[in-house]
T-cell receptor, first 119, second 113 residues
């Protein structure tokens, strides 16, 4: 399976600031996704990160609040902008489909997550 | 919204088989059923997926009913490390060449010694 790392693993931030979360995969992958998991809740898909074009956002999520970059097939970032305490969550990156070993089609692999606390 | 319903919690004795049910009565003909699990504070882990036929791998077996409206994940010999939230998911087509997973609340499986 693909090996996915996220940075930072956790952070505590002040209200009104922004945090950029990085997701790095050890092999080229076709699809990358960003999820949010609020305390005690299940995972919610934020957006699909598209390489070379704008991300595709799910209902309830907008680019101004959660800008996403995907400059190549192994890396993506999610920024949580103008944070409020309601943004305190675990943010997870996942990947699917690869061109070399690692990630396979029809199997989505998840990173370890970034635990964000907003004060 | 998730297309699946699962019991919120289940218990299982260590060494016994754990059978986790899932209803997905609105599943479409070309949509796959996926199972993931999430151990506390970790990212979800892929377990198995299937379309029509029963599937087995090194982790579990997936039994899908003939009408595809429900399925059961079987962990043949549960261990304490299998304690986790188990998510049954119908993988939906989201346009272009993309698919997405919509997570429901899952089943908290507790394996007891």
């Amino acid at each position: 399976s693909a090996v996915i790392s996220q940075k930072p693993s956790r952070d505590i931030c002040q209200r009104g600031t922004s945090l950029t979360i990085q997701c790095q995969v050890d092999s080229q992958v076709t699809m990358m996704f960003w999820y949010r998991q609020q305390p005690g809740q299940s995972l919610t898909l934020i957006a699909t990160a598209n390489q070379g074009s704008e991300a595709t956002y799910e209902s309830g999520f907008v680019i101004d609040k959660f800008p996403i970059s995907r400059p190549n097939l192994t890396f993506s970032t999610l920024t949580v902008s103008n944070m409020s305490p309601e943004d305190s969550s675990i943010y997870l990156c996942s990947v699917e489909g690869g061109t070399s070993g690692g990630a396979r089609y029809n199997e989505q692999f998840f990173g370890p997550g970034t635990r964000l606390t907003v004060l | 919204d998730a297309k699946t319903t699962q019991p919120p919690s289940m218990d299982c004795a260590e060494g016994r088989a754990a059978n986790l049910p899932c209803n997905h009565s609105t599943i479409s003909g070309n949509e796959y059923v996926y199972w993931y699990r999430q151990i506390h504070s970790q990212g979800p882990q892929y377990i198995i997926h299937g379309l029509k036929n029963n599937e087995t791998n090194e982790m579990a077996s997936l039994i899908i009913t003939e009408d595809r409206k429900s399925s059961t994940l079987i962990l043949p010999h549960a261990t304490l490390r299998d304690t986790a939230v188990y998510y049954c998911i119908v993988r939906e087509y989201s346009g272009g060449s993309n698919y997405k997973l919509t997570f429901g609340k899952g089943t908290l499986l507790t394996v007891n010694p």
